[in-house]
Structure formats: structure tokens, C-alpha cells
């Protein structure tokens, strides 16, 4: 799927053929962790937290931790058609999210 955070010495990233989502050791290269909440998919950054967007349409607010996959809350895009796999953006405490024709927005901040 493709993107990756880095973020206090630590990668968060997602897409391997599996439902996955990994944390990885920036210095040592140490895996520390594999999750399977949701679905393969992309990730971006904002105010410490990360967002995932699967390609099933899982949309997870997820606190960056190295001890495992901290899902502090999740939704489900349902608005729109196609794949789930544009990449979110965030741009002044709005998350948009775009899925087909539709653009969703979620206010973040």
C-alpha cells in the first residue's frame, strides 16, 4: 500500500501481502511488534497520534507505541465506491479522506 511514519526513533508502516501493520526499531532495525486489527493499509502523522486507513475501509486513531498497536478508536468509511486506497491528508485539524467520488472530512484537532 505504501507510506510510513517515523516517529521517536521508531517506523510504523503497513503492506506486505498480509494483514499487518508493524513497528520497527529505527536504529536496530528490530522488529517490535506485528498486528493484525485491521487491515493492511496506509498511515499518516498528526499531533502524536497516527491515522490508519485499511483497504477495507477501516479508518483507526492509533497511539504510536512500540509495545503494540494501541487502537484508541476506529470507524468505517462507507460513503463512496472502488478501492480504499488514496492516501488520507490532514490540513488544519481536518482529516480528509477520499474513497472513489467521495471525500470525507473529520474534524481531528
Partial sequence: MGGA?????????????????????????KEMYVAKDIAKGV????????????????????????????????????LGSEQHWAHPSIYDGVLYVRHGQALISYKVK
Fill in 43 to 78: 498511515v499518516i502523522c498528526a499531533d502524536g497520534m497516527l491515522y490508519c486507513y485499511s483497504e477495507k475501509g477501516e479508518l483507526a486513531l492509533v497511539k504510536p507505541d512500540p509495545s503494540g498497536f494501541k487502537v484508541v478508536s476506529k470507524t468505517k468509511v462507507s
Fill in 5 to 29: 511514519v517515523v516517529l521517536d526513533g521508531y517506523i510504523y508502516v503497513s503492506g506486505d501481502s498480509n494483514r499487518e501493520w508493524r513497528c520497527l526499531d529505527w536504529e536496530s532495525g
